[in-house]
């Protein structure tokens, strides 16, 4: 426990809605160590960005949080709210999907990273200017000092998330929540901020929490990977055990689903029948069991619980797993 | 109805664009959306158009079915000149190419019945016997996955974006085209839910003999569709070549450095580190020579003074590039 900098104990989201309650994350455990890369991936409506939220303290207002959110020793979930708002934006900070939205359109660039620099660093309006160039610089933005007086819209999509980065990365923080970071940028652009987020983190001796849908992005990125479906974790695992021998046939079909660039054009994909459950109708048994090719009798039943695998930090949820080694699992 | 297959020379391209030009105001400025392009596509093929967003990949879709006029080129579907076309001649030439959005729940009518979404086109095409249309409505609805009983009384709102994508399909289907433009049909889409379409996309092409123009920023789910791929930057091609070949060999150093960025799942393929630098120039202000020289590594003095015009450097495979790979 010692080691860990996030410490995430059967966390559950709940959600009032007029069709009935929905759970949108259920008793998630998680834990990240510093310097680490965590990998959180799964479809939309899986519960991952809730997930996020929930550990960020952001939740809507009327959802319920249970469970434990330790974070450098604290329960998150317990601190007064001045503590808390010292907490986000210095220790515990985020990148939003779309750095349109995430930035206030009516300031100047400049103004939103001194905010946030002086409102958590005892630093003067010099220093803070100083710092934000040394910033810019740093996310690779040319002409600094001209990009502190312009305003979001003055930039490119690509420009505005290294803004983010920019201003998430302004008071060192030990952990950075990465939600879809590159979702709305171009590939190319992707690349180079996920580059970017790599180099940051290694410098900065900073864990993260990559949260994205895509398994090719967590591939060359994450350290551990947790794979996210009706809001459970399904599967988790460090990277390369993941990717060697995947045991949740959920896993393997996302993997399967995704075209690949050696595949002959023409060839069809194997894709997965059907759609992810209602979250306002949770089913008895494992949530993918109506999708999943090995469903048998108890999976319509019961709700497999994350078992160990033979690679040290392997959990998969199923009572079917798939690429068993022999003699383990059911 | 049988596939015709793509090979066939004999009738032509079934659509040929050449030198297209399309500008948009912006104020006093000129937005260049596409810059001179010329490509064609055969009967039965699927041709693959790549490129980041801004490039004027939708632009170029949008206006091959003159749904933005062209400033210059022209556009040949099957023979005519759509851009000399208007009115009723240009209506009924619209029935038989179709158009498939990005976004399938913004493309729907939120207060409007399934049946009545699907049925629309016949009715604008002339179809007066409602039993006729139901009939068709049903076939194209059960064609693409859907149970039509279930189905046509149901608003957009009852279904997700992946069957939100069929009804759009159904939709683009109902009038029996010969020519869909699919512009990022899939990008909208979840992982699993992608593959269906893609898979359905193809169904429909074969049984309803298509030819496909597919819009896509993704290479690979490009190449997973497509027979010959255009690859483009900023209003212009760079390349076109058969998906194989651009894959396998890339000859625009641009195409190389979209490959290169791709994410691939699998954690043993190390990520190159991003040798792109910097972003694509506006379309307001486009570089001189060479779109694509303030970007590129082989860049030299004859990128900048001089446009390249696309010329064919492997058998099939066409590049705009004074420094090719190949």
């Known amino acids: 426990m010692s080691g860990a900098l996030l410490s995430i104990q059967d966390v559950a989201v709940e959600l009032p809605t007029p069709r009935g309650n929905l759970r949108a994350v259920d008793r998630v455990n998680l834990t990240l160590e510093a310097g680490r890369t965590l990998g959180v991936v799964g479809e939309s409506g899986c519960g991952k960005t809730m997930l996020s939220r929930a550990i960020l303290q952001l939740l809507p207002k009327k959802a319920r949080l249970s469970g434990r959110v330790m974070f450098a020793g604290q329960d998150l979930a317990r601190l007064e709210p001045e503590s808390l708002r010292k907490l986000r934006g210095r220790d515990l900070a985020v990148v939003f999907q779309d750095p349109m939205t995430s930035l206030n359109p009516v300031l100047t660039i400049g103004t939103q990273l001194m905010e946030t620099i002086q409102e958590h660093l005892e630093l003067d309006a010099a220093a803070a200017k100083k710092r934000s160039i040394e910033l810019l610089t740093a996310v690779g933005i040319p002409a600094p000092e001209q990009r502190l007086t312009q305003y979001p819209h003055q930039c490119s999509g690509g420009m505005r998330q290294r803004i983010a980065i920019a201003i998430a990365l302004s008071c060192e923080p030990k952990l950075l929540i990465a939600d879809e970071p590159t979702t709305a940028l171009d590939v190319t652009i992707q690349a180079q901020i996920l580059d970017l987020l790599a180099r940051e983190q290694r410098r900065r001796h900073m864990a993260m929490i990559l949260i994205t849908h895509d398994l090719g992005v967590v591939a060359g990125r994450a350290d551990e990977v947790a794979v996210m479906y009706a809001g459970r974790v399904v599967e988790r695992a460090p990277t390369p055990a993941l990717f060697k021998r995947m045991h949740m046939p959920y896993t393997e079909a996302l993997l399967a689903a995704i075209p690949k660039l050696e595949t002959a054009p023409h060839t069809p994909l194997p894709a997965i029948s059907g759609r992810p459950p209602d979250p306002t109708r949770p089913v008895p048994g494992c949530s993918f069991a109506p999708r999943c090719r090995y469903a048998a009798g108890r999976c319509h039943q019961a709700k497999p619980d994350l078992s160990a695998a033979e690679t040290a930090g392997h959990f998969y949820a199923c009572f079917h797993p798939i690429r068993m080694a022999e003699g383990i699992g059911a | ?326």
């Open chain 2, 1 to 326: 109805m049988m596939q015709v297959p793509a090979h066939t020379q004999s009738d032509g391209p079934l659509l040929k664009v050449d030198d297209l030009v399309v500008e948009y105001g912006l104020g006093n400025r000129t937005v260049h959306a596409v810059s001179g392009v010329s490509l064609e596509v055969a009967r039965g093929e699927t041709l693959g158009l790549v490129g980041e967003s801004g490039c004027g990949k939708s632009t170029l879709g949008r206006a091959v079915l003159q749904l933005r006029r062209p400033k210059s080129g022209s556009v040949l579907f099957d023979g005519h000149d759509l851009t000399a076309m208007q009115g009723e001649t240009l209506r009924k030439m619209r029935q038989r190419v179709q158009l498939i959005f990005q976004d399938p729940i913004a493309s729907l009518n939120p207060r409007r019945r399934i049946g009545d979404i699907v049925a629309e086109p016949l009715i604008i095409a002339g179809v007066k016997d409602p039993e006729k249309r139901k009939q068709v409505v049903w076939e194209v609805l059960s064609a693409v996955g859907l149970d039509p009983e279930l189905v046509v009384g149901r608003l957009p709102h009852e279904f997700s974006g992946g069957q939100c994508q069929r009804i759009c399909i159904a939709r683009a289907l109902v009038l029996n085209p010969e020519f869909i433009v699919c512009d990022e049909p899939v990008s909208a889409l979840d992982v699993s839910i992608r593959a269906q379409i893609l898979n359905l996309l193809e169904e429909m092409k074969a049984r309803f003999g298509l030819t496909l123009l597919f819009i896509a920023h993704d290479l690979a789910v490009v190449k997973a569709v497509s027979d010959r791929v255009a690859v483009m930057y900023l209003g212009r091609l760079c390349e076109v070549a058969p998906s194989e070949q651009l894959f396998a060999k890339p000859a625009h150093p641009y195409t190389a450095l979209l490959l290169e960025a791709i994410p691939v799942p699998d954690p043993d393929v190390r990520p190159a580190e991003s040798v792109a630098t910097g972003e694509p120039p506006s379309p307001i202000a486009p570089p001189s020579g060479c779109r694509f020289r303030t970007r590129c590594p082989r860049a030299d003095q004859r990128c900048s003074a001089e446009m390249p015009e696309l010329r064919e450097v492997v058998p099939g495979q066409l590049v705009a590039c004074h420094h090719p790979l190949v």
